[in-house]
């Protein structure tokens, strides 16, 4: 959103930032061998490829790579850090949107734009198991992990199966722990993911001939290569599910024996809930290297030395770890007002995936769920840059989404497509979307960049009103 604001507008701005540096989940969450699930090639910014050879990014690599963009296009100037913002009222009389902060300060402004994504920064979702209370040992929630946490000699159990847990398992079976088990209630879908791409004998020859050049066309064909890709295999997934789960189990009975086919044997369909990536098969290879145990059962209770589970065995540990998702949040949780009257974002009906009913002149920037976040996140900073020079050449003061009532009455869908446990659980928290576009958000980036791409913002929908 910077970059497009300062390069693409003659816009003043500032980006109010809760922590005390950059890079927002980067900096939240600590916990070993947090990386991205993403290709770094799609989930970086197309104005800055990423330039690594390694395929997934460390937090750490994510986080020089945010520093190098915002040194590169003097970005930092605009920021503005430890400031949380805790309300905002727009005033229809004036256009202006008033922003109140956790310091207690007041910013006007023309547009208020919500880059905070989807989930709670304050608080991350930890089931009410019975008996929480009684354990023992240590109970860690990867968003807040320990600083100084040492597994040396400790019995750890990691409770989940999503990205998180296939990322934390085998870090912690890298270390001196006594044992590292993770605990899963039910299996997901893994898939092993080369984690390079290094250069072959031809690409070397181009270089030394053409040298920066070449480098920056190279990465930029990876780009387009790893969404394409991605993408097909998606549809792919959608379009023959029963066909795509069979091979996928198939394949993995040869690889892990049919003993252990029941920790990965999902009861539902790839891309139903997102496909979670094990960087090189990394995860695959610690597992039948016996570095790590699986267990998947429900889980009865907490004891104080461990995990009763619902088949009668007790799970021993000194350390649980609750990977067991996010909590979903809209807007930050911040308090949302027009003329001093709530608008509650969960009332609303999303727009072209970037704004709400009943919020004029405020935008949620939000991205896939089946591709990189970044690629949907950045087509709309490009779209709302775009508008605004439309409306200060029109003389436009205002603009809000607005559904007509023949729309309105063909109902409504979930706001996000997935069937994760993390979606369903917060469902009635989110916006919602309608039956069709642009109510409707495509989860296809090709379509959006064409939908995207043009200028014909007086569509009918988006209602613009003058200064």
Known sequence: AAYYLKHKTNKSFIVLDR??????????????GIRSDSDMYSFSFSFHPWNQEKYFGTGNAIKDYLREVMETYNLGEHFRYETKVDSANFDTSSSTWCIR???????????????????????GYTPDFPGFHDFNGSIIHPQFWPKNFDADGK??????????????????????AASVTMLQRSPTFIAAVPDNEKMGTFSKILYSLLGQRYKQALFRYRRVNAIFLGYLMYYVC????????????????????EENLKHFSPDYYPWDQRVCAAPNGDFFKQFKQHRFNIVTEHIDRFTENGILLKNGEELPCDTIVTATGLKLISCGGVRLSVDNLD??????????????TNLPNMFWVTGYTNASWTLKAELSCDHIARMMNYMEKRKKGQVVPVMDEKTAALGEVNGFDLNSGYVL?????????????????????????????????????????KL
């Open 238 to 257: 959608k379009r023959f599910p029963k066909t795509v789960k069979s091979l996928w189990l198939k394949q993995l009975k040869r690889s892990l024996g």
């Open 425 to 465: 659980r917060y469902l009635d928290e989110i916006p919602k979307q309608g039956t069709k576009y642009p109510w409707q958000v495509y989860q296809n980036y090709f379509i959006d960049s064409w939908i995207f791409s043009g200028n014909n913002f007086n569509d009918g929908v988006a209602q613009f009103s």
């Open 19 to 32: 922590y005390s540096t950059h890079g927002g989940t980067w900096e939240l969450f600590k916990y070993p």
């Open 343 to 356: 608008v509650f974002p969960k009332d609303q009906f999303i727009y072209k995936g970037l704004m709400l």
């Open 101 to 123: 902060t956790s310091k207690g300060e007041t910013i006007n402004s023309n547009f208020f734009l919500c880059c905070s994504g989807y989930y709670d920064h304050e608080e």
């Open 155 to 176: 019995r750890i159990v990691v409770i989940g199966s999503g990205a998180t847990a296939i990322t934390l398992v085998p870090e912690l079976s890298k270390t001196n």
